[in-house]
């Protein structure tokens, strides 16, 4: 693989990887490093990423595995963003509303289940397709399909709770 060949076919991943990639490490100049980290890695092994039945899905597995190895050593935080300041609109304003339902959104989702959380950030946010969401979790697509409904589901429900709630039209569940 040349280079112009490599760079042709990683540049659209390394778009596609930076928000899971960003998700899990959490600073952006963290992230960026770590994605050129990753992209280095990709090209020493670039002969191997031919002879791959499922490039993408080997790719978007090794940044995951990438980034939690990073994870696991042990680093000094330099920013703490919160929130708030990863979803700004990209018009500049402060929307208080958008900002609470976000910080709804982002509660309820630290209360699913583990797989439940991983396999719909991976599907919602990050955007990958469920044949990649299986390269990467090793789940059935069946399974991903029952996860990602069960998480729609409970997601809705609790938000449904606070919104009536709020709205003081609680309905009994």
Request: proline share 5%; glycine share 6%.
């Amino acid at each position: 693989m040349t280079a112009e060949e490599f760079k042709n076919r990683m540049m659209p991943c390394s778009r596609k990887l930076y928000p899971m990639m960003r998700r899990f490490l959490g600073g952006e100049e963290e992230t960026k490093d770590a994605l050129q980290d990753l992209m280095l890695k990709l090209w020493n092994k670039r002969d191997h990423l031919e002879l791959c039945a499922n490039p993408e899905g080997y790719i978007a597995t090794m940044a995951r595995n990438f980034c939690i190895d990073i994870k696991k050593k042990p680093r000094v935080q330099t920013t703490d963003l919160s929130f708030q300041d990863k979803f700004q609109p990209a018009t500049g304003e402060y929307d208080p509303d958008a900002g609470e339902k976000l910080e709804h959104v982002h509660r309820i989702l630290l209360q699913l289940p583990e797989n439940y959380r991983e396999v719909l950030q991976f599907r919602e946010i990050d955007g990958f397709s469920y044949e990649e969401i299986e390269a990467l979790t090793g789940y059935g697509m069946p399974y991903i399909r029952v996860l990602l409904s069960r998480a729609r589901i409970k997601l809705k429900k609790e938000l449904e709770k606070i919104y009536n709630y709020e709205k003081g039209t609680v309905q009994s569940v």
